[in-house]
């Protein structure tokens, strides 16, 4: 057998996810129900749609300067077709970018027991180790990460791992020179992983709420016809060897 | 200026998608709604969002045979991080896979005003012309449009291009052989053309309905720690020239 | 049966590259001999080697500012592996950044028999269709084309496709306004036309010469440390609407 | 400045790689020196050369079964162009494909002053840690290593990184039940190493040489013409929920 899923059924032409009949979601459920189903392997309650609702809208585009949407962009203005270009922005999704969500995660799962935060904060500022989830490179102060975690406690969901999230970063705030903020990436982590999602399938909730975002971008860059893109000589500064002969 | 956007502004910290603020979106607006925000440049109505959840819904996830399924669990297999897995199964959704919803836009919109669609099914018959979005590489029947179409009947969304794709099918099953359905990439395609959506973005809606379900495929195969996916020789035929020496 | 090739045999844990042991391959002949080999099914002669190592050298980088550079430069600072990396530079190669050799040769492919070549040029020009392979965003005058041709008349393979190519450039260059010159991607596409390749072959060859260059460009991003690359906010202009109530 | 490079520098019009005219370049030397050259700093003496060719010649094709080659067959059969599929290829090559390369010679460089090796190699397999660059899915002995360590002895290459690779070696078949041979990725590593390659750099070798047998397989794919790929619905096992109503 070549593969085995538990995620997806088709039989006699019809499709049945996690054992729902697809064509029944369609009509009877909304995506992001069918979202947490898919990935879940249940259905939601309202209270889990609604928060789900709130981290996905929270991540849905944050510009073309990113990472991501500046490379789906470039890859876009090379006229390339649209899921190409998407697939590019979505590579530059790594460590740096978007990536700390799953870090934060793993931090925090792993140190939910952890009576002594301030000591262990402390420990890793002096082994100038960086806690995923925290600073962002622009914002002083993430918005965001507040009204996601006020909208897990309205739907009852902030739990150990957000309490922990928030420590942590006081600690952190206490300790560092300037504001190191609880970010969107961390804030996601903490409150997923209060849900009850493994740390493992945290980032592609950020790439789920991530790609409309792209794709808007990608669109606007198709339907804007600005020509190839490319980086302009004078912000280029050659530092190898002068010309030689062969 | 280097990149001129519609999409988000950020200003004092704070972003705004389309005008509205990103952290009220989160706490009021679904993220289906913000979805179409981001792609449409405003709010949905309660229909339009009835419509869209029903459209994403229906093509979220069609089990790991697909092109798109198989390439990215076999990425996930060689042990990638995940985002790079996504990608890939993205990159398998050509013209063959998915493609079609982009193809059956343009046409639709081309040939709108098309009094003699017999004639013009019949005409790209004998040019052994392709038409996208008809026709299932397993389905003799595709449920899934059907149920679509009831969705944006009930909406009031059923326009001269659902019904431009129903005529077409029609006669597409008289003069063929075998069964040639309006699949869920032509019903789509005729769905988001009378929402008022431009062809070129159509595919688009396609690939953010099927991220989830890969991003969940992926997982099944990280998770289920299957080691490096390979094809068995003995399903390999060589058939060129036998050993021979320098 | 799941695949057929005629490509590599794998028999008693020997590989065969096109009937030839690799073992032997890797002692007796060059990188590039094999190269040719795996893509034309026979060793080329010491014409042909000479002549593609021309055309590969002669692509293998254009500096970090080009759409691949770009991108794989940007994908790296996310702090991604390598091959991620790659891919993603690789994905920049559209229509218009490598892809001209691609319409170049099948442009030169079908119009080989022409008699009137001016009329032609003429007349693309009247419908202001471009020709690709000719004009560069930078260069006023491609150099590396008249080494490359130099190459190909030295080595007996200055045909058909690379007068044609020559000729449709004099055209060009006289009834425009501005320089025109047949670039790189023209040049290879002539001659690799005249070594008796199909054009559906060409961009390979552009993307197998500029693969080493955006490798040499990664390792440099990931020993550079320089951080995420990102798009600072005074080079983005938001034109959109002005932050409205929702 | 956004970008600093030592890479090409281009002035006037010209071109120049680590300070060489890639004009001259491209009559004068090699594709494979120019590899050398761009990935190096400095041009190859003639044993560096004959052994980068070989390094480079073991490692073109594989068949198409490997992940990579498989991925790229299958994205190739959507109808994508063939930079698209090459891409995805190369997202296959993660940490279990190709990706022994980098984790071996990072293992040998770090170990290359270890006195006592077996009871390293003991201890490791104590922890059920799988050294990379040892074993293989299909063969029992991997001879591409022996040949590639007889041209780095022969070219004067084979130092304490090939040393150590090879002891490594002879224990491990000394302490396993089956063997554990030294593989293509070791032997490369190892080589790369005293070559003066870092460890990090090990991996682009490894795609540079097999990006043309990508473009080979990707090229009979689209000649083929065989139609999308999928998995047959009777080589995949469902086992998630029956169908249950909503």
């Known amino acids: 057998m070549k593969y085995q899923t538990a995620i997806t059924k088709i039989e006699d032409e019809r499709e049945f996810v996690?054992?729902?009949s697809?064509?029944?979601l369609t009509t009877k459920k909304s995506f992001v129900e069918t979202v947490y189903l898919v990935l879940r392997g249940e259905l939601p309650t309202a209270a889990e749609t609604r928060l789900l609702n709130a981290l996905l809208t929270a991540?849905?585009?944050h510009g073309p300067g990113t990472a991501s949407g500046q490379v789906a962009r470039i890859v876009a203005s090379a006229q390339n077709s649209p899921h190409t270009a998407l697939a590019a922005?979505?590579?530059a999704m790594g460590e740096r970018h978007g990536g700390a969500i799953e870090g934060a995660a793993?931090?925090?799962q792993e140190n939910k027991e952890t009576g002594h935060i301030a000591g262990l904060v402390q420990s890793l500022k002096e082994q100038k180790i960086r806690l995923p989830g925290y600073?962002?490179?622009?914002l002083t102060h993430d918005g965001r990460s507040d009204v996601l975690l006020g909208v897990a406690k309205e739907t009852g969901f902030y739990g150990p791992h957000c309490a922990l999230a928030e420590k942590i970063g006081a600690v952190l705030n206490q300790i560092s020179s300037k504001p190191i903020p609880l970010n969107i990436d961390g804030a996601m982590a903490a409150i997923l992983l209060d849900m009850g999602f493994d740390w493992r399938l945290t980032k592609g909730f950020f790439i789920i709420a991530r790609v409309p975002g792209l794709v808007a971008h990608i669109y606007e860059e198709m339907a804007g016809g600005e020509g190839l893109r490319r980086v302009p000589e004078e912000e280029i500064e050659y530092s190898g060897p002068e010309p030689r002969a062969l």
């Open 89 to 91: 922005g979505i590579l």
């Open 135 to 138: 600073g962002h490179a622009v």
């Open 22 to 24: 697809l064509e029944e």
């Open 59 to 61: 991540a849905i585009d």
């Open 18 to 20: 996690r054992g729902y």
């Open 106 to 108: 793993r931090f925090f």
